[in-house]
């Protein structure tokens, strides 16, 4: 099963600097079949980076869609429109939404189900505050926020599900945790997802990815640990050199 570098681009490139990078990255990490390798560039760009990405392996995803399927929702793009121009995924409940715009659950669960019903794989971002980290709170965090945007999504457990577990403390800090923590996060996980769905649709669906200040020093060690089926990368995938060298520590 090949493992994803998922590069979330946020809102860090303008035009000319989203479609030079996407040349780049269509042929320096060609070489790396063993990769699943996805881009989130804006949405402004979403149309150019299609055309680019045709007849390559690279794939594309959204880095929001709306939390309804069409109309009055000024600014937002739904995820048939997002479908419809090429994208395989899109990324759901990013921390930077839950705390900047006030992203709800609910939201995130409602744009999980249309994601699933527009032909989109979902990408749900989980994660606790430094806050949550010092009072012992993870669990109880993660389990809410899990449960609250899984319940009742349609296509579950017939879908995969990527999981993409991201400590806010860690993003864009420079700090990361050990990889070696991962292996209670994925226990964690496991046991809410069964107590939703079943062991069976966490084993063979979903997909446990790790962000959080990732780079090319440190990427290696996740990639090793053996329930990390992939990396979510921000700041550090809109360098060429760097995401060469992330995707390079996967060999």
């Known amino acids: 099963?090949?493992?994803?570098?998922?590069?979330?681009?946020?809102?860090?490139?303008?035009?000319?600097?989203?479609?030079?990078?996407?040349?780049?990255?269509k042929e320096r990490l060609k070489k790396f079949s063993q990769l699943e390798i996805v881009?989130?560039?804006?949405?402004?760009y979403l149309i150019k980076s299609a055309e680019l990405l045709k007849k390559t392996k690279l794939k594309l995803a959204a880095q929001n869609i709306a939390q309804i399927e069409e109309g009055a929702l000024t600014g937002e793009v739904s995820a048939e429109m997002a479908h419809e121009i090429g994208c395989k995924y899109t990324i759901v409940g990013h921390s930077e939404r839950r705390i900047h715009l006030n992203e709800t659950d609910d939201q995130i669960n409602k744009k999980i189900n249309?994601?699933?019903n527009n032909g989109l794989t979902p990408i749900l971002c989980i994660g606790e505050t430094l806050k949550d980290k010092v009072d012992e709170n993870r669990d109880t965090v993660l389990t809410v926020q899990l449960r609250n945007a899984l319940s009742k999504v349609n296509g579950l457990p017939e879908k995969e599900l990527l999981i993409a577990y991201e400590p806010v403390w860690a993003i864009g800090t420079g700090k990361t945790m050990e990889a070696e923590e991962m292996l209670t996060i994925n226990r964690l996980i496991k046991r809410i997802i069964s107590s939703l769905y079943s062991e069976s649709f966490y084993e063979n669906k979903v997909k446990l990815l790790y962000g959080g200040s990732i780079n090319s020093i440190n990427a290696k060690e996740f990639w090793l640990n053996?329930?990390?089926?992939?990396?979510?990368?921000?700041?550090?995938s809109i360098d060429?050199?760097?995401?060469?060298?992330?995707a390079h520590s996967s060999l």
């Not at 881009?39 to 402004?44: E, T």
């Not at 053996?226 to 550090?236: H, I, K, M, Q």
């Not at 060429?240 to 992330?246: A, D, G, K, L």
Request: net charge positive.
């Open 1 to 25: 099963m090949k493992k994803l570098l998922i590069a979330n681009w946020k809102m860090y490139l303008k035009e000319k600097q989203t479609l030079d990078l996407i040349k780049k990255y």
């Open 39 to 44: 881009v989130a560039p804006s949405d402004l």
């Open 114 to 116: 249309l994601a699933y």
């Open 226 to 236: 053996e329930v990390v089926d992939g990396l979510l990368v921000g700041s550090a």
């Open 240 to 246: 060429n050199e760097h995401t060469y060298n992330i």
